[in-house]
C-alpha cells in the first residue's frame, strides 16, 4: 500500500467549499493535543471556525481522558473552534447535540471521500464492523463576551497498518485503509469533513434536531443493543437501547428483575460509558 500523502493546507483549501469552517487553518508537525491548542486560540480570540491541525499528537485524548493513539503523518487529528450556539435551541440542548452531529458529519464525510459506511456507537465513537476508526471529543467554555465556545476534536485513523497498532488495540480497532484496501487522500478528507460539519450545524442552529436525530439514529448501532451503561461512581445499568431522546440522550430500557416482571421504564443516559454486550 502506498504511503500516506502530508496533510498541506494549500491542498485542503483547494476542496475546501464550506462559508466558516477551516477558513482560518492552523497546521502542525506535532502538538500535545490539537484540543488543548485550540481552546487556548479560542480564548485569545479565534474565529468561529478556526481549525487546529496537527500530524502527529503526543498527548492525544480521547473521552474522560483516556490516551488516543496518534503516530504522526497517517490520520487526522483535528479540532474546530464553534462559537455561539444558533438561535431557538436552548445551549444544553445544542451542547449535548453537538458531538453527535460532528461523529454524524464524520461518518458522512468518510462515505463521500472514502465510500466507506461506518457506524455510530453512541454517542460519538465511528466503528467498522465493530471497530472502532474514529471518536470525537468536545469541550467547551463560557464566557461572557462572547457566549459559548466549543471546540470539536476529532481523531480517525485513516492510513495506519492494523499491525501498526498497539497490541491491546489490535482487536478493537482499525483504519479506512486497512478496511478499503487503498490509501485514502487526507486532504480531501479533511475539507470533505469540515464541509458536512458545516452544514449539520447549520441545520441544528436553523431547524433544530429533528432531522439529524433521525440521521443518527440511522447510524448508530448502539438502538437495539443490549448494553452496559457506566454511570460513574461503581454505578452500571444493563439494559436495551431503544432509541435517542430529542436532547440527544441514549434511552435505555433496564433489563427486568424477573421473567415475569413488567417491562421497566425507560431512563434518559446523558453521560455513561456504554458497552455493547453479546
Not at 500500500?1 to 466558516?20: Q, Y
Not at 475539507?191 to 436553523?206: C, F, H, K, S
Amino acid at each position: 500500500m502506498p504511503e500516506s500523502i502530508p496533510l498541506k493546507l494549500d491542498a485542503i483549501r483547494s476542496a475546501l467549499a464550506t462559508n466558516t469552517l477551516g477558513r482560518q487553518m492552523h497546521l502542525y508537525p506535532e502538538l500535545p493535543s490539537t484540543n488543548a491548542e485550540a481552546m487556548l486560540l479560542a480564548q485569545a480570540g479565534a474565529a468561529h471556525g478556526t481549525v487546529v491541525l496537527a500530524e502527529g499528537q503526543t498527548a492525544g485524548r480521547g473521552r474522560h481522558a483516556r490516551a488516543w493513539f496518534s503516530p504522526a503523518g497517517l490520520n487526522i487529528y483535528g479540532s474546530i473552534i464553534v462559537r455561539g450556539s444558533g438561535s431557538g435551541l436552548p445551549l444544553q440542548e445544542w451542547l449535548s447535540w453537538v458531538p453527535l452531529i460532528s461523529a454524524l458529519a464524520v461518518a458522512e464525510a468518510v462515505q463521500q471521500v472514502a465510500a466507506l459506511s461506518l457506524s455510530l456507537k453512541w454517542p460519538n465513537d465511528l466503528l467498522f464492523q465493530d471497530r472502532k476508526v474514529g471518536g470525537v471529543l468536545c469541550e467547551s467554555a463560557l464566557t461572557s463576551s462572547t457566549g459559548p465556545i466549543v471546540v470539536i476534536g476529532i481523531g480517525l485513523n485513516v492510513n495506519v497498518r492494523q499491525e501498526a497498532f498497539p497490541e491491546e488495540l489490535r482487536p478493537i480497532a482499525t483504519s479506512l485503509s486497512e478496511a478499503t484496501h487503498r490509501p485514502i487522500d487526507r486532504n480531501r478528507l479533511v475539507a470533505q469533513l469540515l464541509l458536512e460539519l458545516e452544514q449539520r450545524l447549520d441545520e441544528l442552529g436553523d431547524h433544530g434536531p429533528a432531522q439529524l436525530r433521525q440521521a443518527y439514529q440511522t447510524r448508530c448501532i448502539t438502538l437495539g443493543r443490549r448494553v452496559r451503561a457506566m454511570l460513574g461512581q461503581d454505578q452500571e445499568l444493563i439494559g436495551t437501547a431503544e432509541s435517542i431522546a430529542a436532547d440527544g440522550a441514549l434511552q435505555l430500557r433496564p433489563a427486568p428483575v424477573s421473567p415475569d416482571s413488567p417491562p421497566s421504564p425507560l431512563i434518559d443516559i446523558r453521560a455513561a460509558d456504554v458497552i455493547h454486550l453479546r
